[in-house]
């Protein structure tokens, strides 16, 4: 099953990252249990339709890094991984590889 979102909304792959303690130990991110706020885009709607009746294009596109609200967003099952639907407004930034 495939899944598309639709308008300005974004599919997003949370990238869980260890956390290591002040000591040095490396704390799995299930211990931690705080959802992490970074991911990796895996599909982009068509845009927000403006008052005018275009579509904005996203800022966004598949495969991007991005970092969203710690609140953000709705969980959806796809093929039985669990991946997050957000808004591109929720959207805080986009990481560049220099």
Do not use: N, W
Request: aromatic share 6%; glycine share 12%; net charge negative.
């Amino acid at each position: 099953m495939s899944f598309q979102p639709i308008f300005d909304r974004i599919l997003v792959r949370r990238v869980e990252k260890d956390k290591v303690s002040e000591g040095g130990i490396v704390l799995p991110s299930d211990i931690t249990k705080e959802q992490p706020t970074i991911g990796t885009v895996v599909a982009v709607g068509g845009g927000k339709v403006l008052d005018s009746g275009v579509a904005k294009i996203p800022e966004v596109q598949v495969g991007d890094e991005i970092l969203f609200g710690k609140y953000s967003g709705m969980d959806v099952k796809v093929d039985g991984e669990t991946l997050l639907v957000i808004h591109e407004c929720d959207i805080i930034g986009i990481f560049k590889k220099d």
